[in-house]
Structure formats: C-alpha cells, structure tokens
T-cell receptor
Framework: SQTIHQWPATLVQPVGSPLSLECTVE??????LYWYRQAAGRGLQLLFY??????ISSEVPQNLSASRPQDRQFILSSKKLLLSDSGFYLC??????????FGSGTRLTVV | GQQLNQSPQSMFIQEGEDVSMNCTSS?????WLWYKQDPGEGPVLLIA?????ELTSNGRLTAQFGITRKDSFLNISASIPSDVGIYFC??????????FGKGTKLSVKP
C-alpha cells in the first residue's frame, strides 16, 4: 500500500536560518508531488508541484524552493527563513490527479 | 484564476444535529473532493465525486456533485463530537491540479 512520510513534525527555527523539509512516498511510482502551506486558521495554499524528477513548478513566488532529486522524494528548502514563513507545511502525492493523499504535516515556527 | 467559495466559514454543532456545507465556483470542475482535517494532521479524503449529478455517501456523510459542475455540498447527519475539524472542498482545475476552498471549521456548541 502507498504511504507518505513527512518530517520533522515540528520545527522551531530562528529568522535567517536555512530550512529543509523532506517528504517521501512509498508504494507507488512516478507520483505527482505537492507542497502546501496552511497559515493559522486559513486554507491550503499550493506552493510547488512536481510531475517528475527534477521538474518543479512554483505557484507562488516566495522565499522557498523545492527539489525532487528522486522519484519519490520531495524537498522544501529555504536559504534564509523569514517570520512570515511560519505555518503548517503539508506534502501530498497523487496519481492521475485524483484524490490527493496528504502527509501528517510539519509545524514550522520561525522566531 | 479558478477559485472555490466555501461556506459557511465556521459553524457550531450540537450532538445529533445534521450539518450542511457547500462550495461554489464560477468555473466548471470535472472532479469534486471533500477532505477533513483534524488539528495538527494532514487532510484526509472523505468523498470523491467524478460525475455531474452524482450523489455519494460514506457512512453519515453525503456529498453531491452539482449538475452545473460548479458546485458541491457535503451533509453530515446526526453529528457526533469526533466530527469536529476543518472540512475542505477541492475541485480539479483545468491544469489537473487541485484547488481548495478555504475550509469550514466545525466546532461543538459550548
């Protein structure tokens, strides 16, 4: 069966520090992968999606970047975090765009 | 771009009550999905709708894909405390990505 792993679950980072969040998927090949951000009390904002290795589409220009070094690995990064980067980050995968499956999320607090 | 308007934004429920929420859009969607998110967790798929007019149930949950393909509703019958959370509608956009509504937060009446 397919599973999605996202870590860490929580993270507190100082302003200006780098960020690396990792997401891996098991049990499927060539999935579409997504990074979403959810600010407190708000909906889901699509940040990046990838349809294959090395293929990244950015939905919102910002302080973040994404990479897909392997078929089932998706990484969200930042060189220098801002206070406004705080939020709940969710990784998701899908095949044929139906029924996204989400990871359990990473709560990032930038202090 | 394509957007979904989800309402209500929040609501309070009393155990045993029926609950209804909906999503509308000015754009046509080919697929409608409903998710539930518990605090500190990722959203979990509840119901997927693939055809206009389709009515689908999952236990106490019922969702319908509007005939015009521009709206969908979710009903929860005989609510229980564990129904609290945030419910999201989502539609498959023209580029194959999912577009989410802003969510309906369900809380228990004090």
């Amino acid at each position: 069966s397919q599973t999605i792993h996202q870590w860490p679950a929580t993270l507190v980072q100082p302003v200006g520090s780098p960020l690396s969040l990792e997401c891996t998927v098991e049990g499927t090949s060539n999935p579409n992968l997504y990074w979403y951000r959810q600010a407190a009390g708000r909906g889901l904002q699509l940040l990046f999606y990838s349809v294959g290795i090395g293929q990244i589409s950015s939905e919102v220009p910002q302080n973040l970047s994404a990479s897909r070094p392997q078929d089932r690995q998706f990484i969200l990064s930042s060189k220098k975090l801002l206070l406004s980067d705080s939020g709940f980050y969710l990784c998701a995968w899908s095949v044929f765009q139906y029924g996204y499956t989400f990871g359990s999320g990473t709560r990032l607090t930038v202090v | 771009g394509q957007q979904l308007n989800q309402s209500p934004q929040s609501m309070f429920i009393q155990e045993g009550e029926d609950v209804s929420m909906n999503c509308t859009s000015s754009s046509i969607f080919n697929t409608w999905l409903w998710y539930k998110q518990d605090p500190g967790e990722g959203p979990v798929l509840l119901i997927a709708l693939y055809k206009a007019g389709e009515l689908t149930s999952n236990g106490r949950l019922t969702a319908q894909f509007g005939i015009t393909r521009k709206d969908s509703f979710l009903n929860i019958s005989a609510s229980i405390p564990s129904d609290v959370g945030i419910y999201f509608c989502a539609g498959e956009g023209s580029q194959g990505n999912l577009i989410f509504g802003k969510g309906t937060k369900l809380s228990v009446k004090p």
